[in-house]
Nanobody, 122 residues
Framework: QVQLVESGGGSVQAGGSLRLSCAYSGYTYVTNCIAWFRQVLGKEREGLAT???????YYHDSVKGRFTISRDTDKNTVYLQINSLKTEDTAMYYC????????????????WGQGTQVTVSS
């Protein structure tokens, strides 16, 4: 069984920063690959960044330089640091585990957390 619990969301002003956390547990072959997605109501879930236990990472071009994904294997937690927040970053942020396919495609993942809301105001 795989469990994913996101935290760290909140309301912030544009230009600020947030660090989201995804606490994970479960089969190593599943949690080997964990990604962050976000979704705005009415739109498709957008892949942001992926972390592998090998320490490899993969980013969507649109977030490179502003988003940083990292993993603490001692704490079984994957983080997403978001800097220079923009109003368009407002969304529900999810972590997902167990990619089978393209690492930034939602359809490649079977295991999802409940999400954490990020709201950025101007």
């Amino acid at each position: 069984q795989v469990q994913l619990v996101e935290s760290g969301g909140g309301s912030v002003q544009a230009g600020g920063s947030l660090r989201l956390s995804c606490a994970y547990s479960g089969y190593t072959y599943v949690t080997n690959c964990i990604a962050w997605f976000r979704q705005v109501l009415g739109k498709e879930r957008e892949g942001l960044a992926t972390s592998y236990t090998s320490a490899s990472t993969y980013y969507h071009d649109s977030v490179k330089g502003r988003f940083t994904i990292s993993r603490d294997t001692d704490k079984n937690t994957v983080y997403l640091q978001i800097n220079s927040l923009k109003t368009e970053d407002t969304a529900m942020y999810y972590c997902a585990a167990g990619c089978n396919g393209s690492p930034l495609l939602a359809s490649a993942y079977k295991h999802w957390g409940q999400g954490t809301q990020v709201t950025v105001s101007s």
